[in-house]
């Protein structure tokens, strides 16, 4: 039997990837409740603190999240931004990796390339120091992974090599988000075009609610929280891009079978 490869979306932009018997976790963020933002969506189970390897794409706090961090076992390697140790107290308890755009490194068996990200690598708009947003293309012999973190659209992503599975950001938790620094589902799938996978799981959507929002916004509840997995879906099938999208519940595990021909399906 091949090594398994398979992929469990938590909410957000947390996931298990499981390249054989190496589990990767990407920005764990497993609260109920963040400053203003209520999760609106199951809890996470307690597998989705098991992981070899655990990738932090920026400091922002629905992404470097110290409380989900400390789930994890203690010495768990963390990759985070470069600076983030000095910027964000409570990294100590993990075996921390600072990695800047460009770092190629082996992290608990994995090989990870280090990405740029067009995105804001600030803790919080209260903080003047930052650190590199990043994005990753990570992999072992059992398969292969790209995870752009939060980011534009970058005409750089065509430099990022075919992966077996896309970790592909959709939407956002409101209005204030700015587009110039976030992918909407129609330029996630022009991204995943660009690199080239054989599926696409959607994250950083429909989890986080800001409190008040659909008093304040009547309507923006749909478009914010229900519709980007329908547009994600219709992207796909417009442009034809040859992936096959995902959108699972929450704590869903799906077991990816390679070989199989692509196709741009409805999931």
Known sequence: MPDPLA?????HSSTTVELGPVR???????????????????????????????????LHYDHLHLPSLRRFAPGTPVVVPRG??????????LDVVEAAPGDRLTVAGVDVEVLPA??????????????PALGFRFGTAAGSAWFPGDTALRPDVVDVSPVDVALAPIGGWGPSLPDDEHLHPQHAVEAVG??????????????????????????????????????????????????????????????????????????
């Open 7 to 11: 992929v469990t979306w938590w909410g």
């Open 24 to 58: 990767v976790a990407t920005d764990p963020l497993f609260s109920r409740v963040l400053f203003a933002l209520r999760r609106l969506v199951d809890d996470p189970d307690d597998g989705c603190a098991d992981a070899d390897l655990v990738l932090v794409s920026h």
């Open 84 to 93: 983030a140790p000095r910027l964000v107290r409570g990294l100590d308890r």
């Open 118 to 131: 067009h995105h804001d690598g600030r803790r919080s708009n209260f903080h003047r120091r930052s650190a």
């Open 194 to 267: 660009r690199v080239g996978a054989a599926w696409t799981l959607a994250v950083h959507y429909g989890t986080y609610w800001p409190v008040g929002l659909r008093r304040l916004r009547p309507g923006a509840h749909r478009h914010f929280f229900l519709t980007p997995p329908e547009r994600f879906h219709e992207a796909v099938r417009a442009q034809g891009v040859r992936t096959v999208p995902l959108t699972p519940a929450v704590g869903e595990r799906i077991e990816l079978v390679k070989n199989l021909p692509l196709h741009a399906s409805d999931g």
